[in-house]
């Protein structure tokens, strides 16, 4: 995890369900970007954290929405950090080509919402605020980009984070492993 001198981070989860599982085929082309772009992400202005399974390098071996959805889970310093890796970086490619891998959601498949700086969501955390936006729609407590909430407006949705325990994550929590 790098440090950020912000009070709040971004967190987000997204979840795409596999038209074909990881090791056929037609899903290779997705597999081997998943490299080049988490690599991307852990190096992008305002990353902070991303979920891995352990022992992995990414989270697709993490099945906690179902056996062929795959999750992603980050936290970013800001929006506008997590919008520009997005939509402004080699990301951008995978993301133009998910028709090719991924089924199409007819229910919200992003959420994002505000934590203080130095907690780390843990996948069950994430996947209730996706649940919540589900089942609400857009509010502080778990939004979309097209449908933003500042950090200010969820400041009482902050209080719901677990603290972390003194290594920086919550308990259960899968970490990306430091650098070498």
């Known amino acids: 995890m790098t440090s950020s001198p912000h009070a709040v981070h971004l967190a987000q989860l997204n979840v795409a369900t596999l038209l074909h599982p990881l090791d056929d085929p037609r899903v290779k082309p997705f597999v081997d970007l998943l490299d080049p772009v988490n690599a991307a992400a852990d190096e992008a202005p305002g ?17 906690p929405a179902g056996e062929n959805v795959i999750v992603n889970l980050s936290v970013w310093e800001s929006r506008e950090a997590l919008w520009d890796f997005s939509y402004r970086s080699g990301h951008l490619e995978v993301m133009r080509r998910r028709r090719e891998w991924f089924a199409r959601h007819v229910e919200a498949h992003l959420a994002l919402w505000w934590i203080p700086a130095g907690h780390l969501p843990t996948v069950a955390e994430a ?44 308990p259960g929590a899968l970490r990306y492993p430091a650098a070498p």
């Open 47 to 63: 990353f902070v954290w991303r979920l891995v399974g352990e022992g992995a390098a990414d989270a697709t071996g993490l099945r």
């Open 127 to 170: 996947l209730e605020r996706l649940a919540d936006l589900r089942a609400h729609g857009p509010s502080p407590r778990a939004f979309t980009f097209a449908s933003p909430h500042t950090a200010a407006e969820a400041a009482e949705h902050l209080r719901d984070a677990r603290p972390t325990d003194i290594t920086g994550e919550p």
